[in-house]
């Protein structure tokens, strides 16, 4: 599950997101990354200051957290795999008055885009990544962001449910070694990333993709005052050498 869409790439054999956005799929019928705002970790990271400039909202979906950046008076751009992602995203750009330039692209080229961004984010498509993929991803962003750039990024943790279908669950070493060549981590914490769902919902359509799931240990899932559930994720902040 991810917030960003589509790599771009056949990476993901299982999560064909252009599917999925289509509604093509069980996913597609919840969406669990669509919240219809911007993702409160993120909103929070850039009341505090963590983003400026140029910045470039990698995998950036249906759009809801470029157009959340837009409203505070960034220049952004959205890249995506999807076609069928950023039409909705370019819609909701209109409807909220703000000019966002959404692009295709894949996460692990980003032909086109060198040298241009003081901040990158990826609000969940890291974990969207083969192990095989993150080294050409890394050596991606690395050429599209300018020296001294930020890289913030949000993916999917090691202390998620086992039973979880999602695509991957990072552990610390693998970020680490991942971003150890052009950049330098300057953090690297735990956070909760929200979902759409709620414990009830989270629990039939983990049911329905993985019927031997452990259902308690999804429910155990902590919520936010509405009720939706929480995810764990890694918090990576790193500045391009």
Known sequence: MTNSGSTGSS????????????????????????????Q???????????????ILDIGCGLGNNA???????HRVTGVDGSETALATARQRAETAGQAVDFAVGDATRLDGFEN????????????CLSAEDRPGYAAAVHRAAKPGARLQMFCFSDSLPDSLPVPAQLTEKELRDTFAEGWTITRLERAEYTSSMTPETAARLVGT???DADLPAITALNTDEDNRVLLPVWHLTATRN
């Open 116 to 127: 241009r961004f003081d901040t990158v984010v990826d609000s969940a498509l890291f974990h």
């Open 67 to 73: 157009i959340f950046l837009a409203s505070r008076g």
């Open 11 to 38: 990476a993901l054999e299982d999560f064909d997101f252009e599917e999925i956005y289509q509604g093509n799929t069980e996913i597609g019928e919840t969406m669990p990354w669509d919240i219809g705002e911007p």
């Open 209 to 211: 993709m993985t019927p």
């Open 40 to 54: 409160p970790l993120l909103v929070a990271l850039e009341a505090a200051g963590g983003v400026g400039g140029d």
